[in-house]
């Protein structure tokens, strides 16, 4: 007779309990020996379920001994399904979900549970719905059963996820991790809090309930001895998801709780020794006879290079430069870091401390005294990975940014350091940014641009005599494909003629002539990035910038001679017509680059067109540059009698002229130009 129930899960179950249950639930169960289909199994087990149930769901020694059958068979997925339908899983969740359940009786409930849930999304959906699972996160305070419930809320993956996160499953999670030690199997608990955690992390706002000290716990817990790698990453990788929530960053830095994240990135070099220093930056790769150490040295550097941009993000902060001020022991680390072989800890040093260089006193210390610049340039000059390169020019530019820093920085051999960048072809960003650090050295600084003049070659018979760093810049200039870059090398170009043309203060006209003679006959080519600046489709800054580095040029008798070639271009002379009539030469007119960038930030110069101003006041300025520009070559190219000062022929046709000298105002005009951080009227003549 019962030859079946001995056969349900064609496991070795104990007939003389089974025959107890049915005896006492009065069933009749007999039937095939063997059960083989989906509908013979739902039906056994229903019979099973109610003769449990006849018991008046009495906890007796019954239950126990059944529990454990249900959970063994369901190790079998035929089984787990049955389970649902027959309503025997609902039986025991309903138990489970009693305030007080017998200890003996916990643990068997809770791996029929976990087992009829794996894989089976039927039960799992059951589970949720019901509203079961409410109970068990509560139960997860109890150590003893804690890695049973954590298996049943993973298995029951998706549909569960939402509603423990609601109930608010992550400060449990965490208080078992920062109390795992005196659980019983802490090595068991640890992987199954991770699993679960690496599982719930995905959902949205997921750490929203996490408590503020989260971070702290599941560092500490990576930093423990005796993990594995990826049982080490996969911990730094969920104290790093709660780091991209500004709430855990301004604790760690309330708390000074940076420092352990710190260490653990310099501590994942010597733990796993083997796996060596593999940054994800580096252009080549180093091979490995062993394939699982080499992708274990990829996993550590991937990690490093996650947990880098959450210390960059957390330096960004207001709150680091305060926590952290240039006499601490954490600043003092980083400022190591920037001479340390190992590429990812120089990286993150110039990230961190380029976020700390944001006022002048912090910049004027950085390079005055801990002449940090040195091995940033150092840095540029050797380095061959892509994140090093970027992370370092950027901190020498806001160095920079300071008057008081481009002497020392340029003499530091920056001009090696921006040669090696400008040449990178295969790399257009670190062009750019090359470009981008030299127009900042060189803005407000004779010194600088007097370098930037200077020869490539000491020897006069070389033919590298003749050209100088700024040559390889306006070479650049025509090599690159990339907007930005052209427009950088353009804006440069601009920064050098406010110098030679402004620095009255600093250097005799004697030497200010020859600077500019310089300038002018060895970069005739000078005016083909200012007029990439003019010649935008609409006024910007940029624009401005063109027509304002015109009208300085042709102030000066070689200037004027270097910028009246330009007018006879279509491009510059349509534009030039366009802006002092409003309306374009004719229909159709073309520009020589379209595309090009709109607006820039400068730290240390004025912006012609203020954030929110109308974009007519940028036409006004360009025009009025345009009226001076006109005005200078006038004067300075063209006699009174119309004939050209110059020996060669008229590159200013006195028809061109005669249309252009209409669009100047009879008597005087004041011109606005931006130089040096100030917005400045001059008077001039049309003489």
């Known amino acids: 007779m019962f030859s079946a129930v001995e056969e349900i899960f064609n496991h070795a179950i104990d007939v003389q309990l089974l025959t107890r249950v049915a005896e006492l639930g009065h069933l009749d169960i ?63 969740l309903a138990l489970l979900s009693m305030r007080e359940v017998a200890p003996d009786l916990l643990r068997p409930l809770l791996r029929v549970v976990a087992n009829a849930c794996a894989d089976t999304d039927e039960n799992r959906r059951f589970l949720v ?98 993990h594995d790698p990826e049982d080490f990453v996969a911990m730094i990788e969920l104290a790093l998801v709660h780091l991209s929530d500004v709430r855990f960053q301004r604790h760690m830095l309330t708390e000074h709780a940076l420092e352990m994240l710190l260490s653990i990135v310099v501590d994942s070099y010597s733990r796993f020794a083997d796996a060596g220093d593999l940054s994800p930056g580096s252009q080549g790769s180093r091979e490995s006879p062993d394939k699982a150490r080499a992708e274990q040295r990829g996993l550590l550097a991937r990690v490093r290079d996650k947990a880098i941009g959450a210390l960059s993000e957390i330096s960004a902060l207001p ?38 260089a944001r006022s002048d006193a912090v910049c004027r210390v950085m390079v005055r005294d801990f002449r940090l610049h040195e091995p940033l340039i150092h840095n540029l000059c050797g380095c061959q990975d892509i994140h090093l390169l970027h992370a370092a020019a950027g901190f020498l530019k806001n160095l920079a940014v300071l008057p008081a820093n481009k002497a020392a920085i340029a003499e530091a051999k920056l001009t090696d350091a921006l040669t090696r960048l400008w040449s990178m072809e295969a790399v257009p960003q670190m062009q750019y940014a090359g470009a981008s650090l ?28 003749s050209r100088t760093y700024l040559s390889l810049l306006f070479h650049l200039f025509y090599h690159t494909d990339h907007a930005a870059t052209k427009t950088e090398v353009a804006r440069t170009a601009t ?73 006879t271009d279509i491009d510059v002379y349509s534009y030039l017509l366009e802006i002092l009539t409003g309306t374009p030469i004719a229909e159709g007119t073309t520009v020589s680059d379209p595309n090009i960038l709109g607006t820039f930030e400068s730290k240390s110069e004025s912006e012609s067109v ?74 001039a003549l049309n003489s």
């Open 495 to 567: 920064a050098v003629l406010r110098v030679l043309h402004r620095a009255r203060d600093i250097a005799s006209k004697q030497d200010l002539e020859q600077a500019r003679r310089r300038l002018y006959q060895l970069h005739p080519d000078l005016v083909q990035p200012l007029a990439y600046l003019a010649c935008q489709t609409s006024p910007s800054v940029v624009r401005s910038e063109g027509w304002f580095a015109f009208a300085l040029m042709a102030s000066s008798r070689e200037g004027a001679v270097v910028v009246d070639d330009i007018t």
């Open 129 to 226: 719905e019901q509203r079961y699972l409410p109970p068990l996160v509560q139960r997860l305070k109890e150590p003893d059963c804690a890695q049973l419930i954590l298996a049943t809320i993973y298995n029951a993956r998706e549909p569960a996820q939402q509603q423990v996160l609601h109930e608010g499953i992550f400060p449990v999670l965490i208080d078992l991790l920062s109390n795992r030690d005196d659980a019983e199997h802490a090595d068991g608990l640890l992987e199954s809090v991770t699993r679960l955690m690496q599982l719930l992390i995905e959902c949205p706002r997921s750490t929203d309930q996490s408590p503020d000290y989260a971070v702290d716990v599941l560092l500490r817990v990576a930093a423990a001895e005796g």
């Open 30 to 92: 007999a039937g095939p020996d063997v059960v083989t289909t989906h509908r013979e199994r739902v039906d056994r087990l229903r019979h099973l379920k109610d003769a449990l149930e006849n018991m008046s769901w009495s906890q007796n020694d019954l239950t126990v001994p059944a529990a454990e059958a249900i959970a063994n068979g369901c190790r079998s997925p035929e089984w787990r399904l049955p389970c649902g339908e027959s309503g025997m899983l609902d039986f025991f």
């Open 438 to 465: 030299g127009r900042q050295v060189v803005t407000g600084s004779y010194e600088n641009v007097l370098r930037f003049l200077e020869p490539l070659s000491p020897d006069p018979d070389s033919p590298a005599h």
């Open 610 to 683: 203020r954030p929110g101003k109308d974009p007519s006041g940028a036409r006004d300025i360009d025009r009025e540059n345009a009226l001076m520009l006109l005005s200078q070559l006038l004067k300075n190219r063209v006699s009174p009698d119309g004939t050209c000062k110059c020996t060669s022929s008229p590159s200013f046709p006195l028809t061109r002229r005669g249309r252009a000298t209409r669009c100047l105002p009879p008597g005087e005009r004041f011109w606005k130009i931006s130089c040096g951080g100030r917005v400045r009227c001059i008077k």
């Open 319 to 356: 709150e680091f430069a305060a926590s952290y001020p240039l006499d601490s022991p954490l600043v003092g680390s980083l400022r190591m870091w920037l001479s340390v072989s190992q590429t990812q800890l120089r990286t993150c040093s110039c990230l961190m401390l380029g976020n700390l």
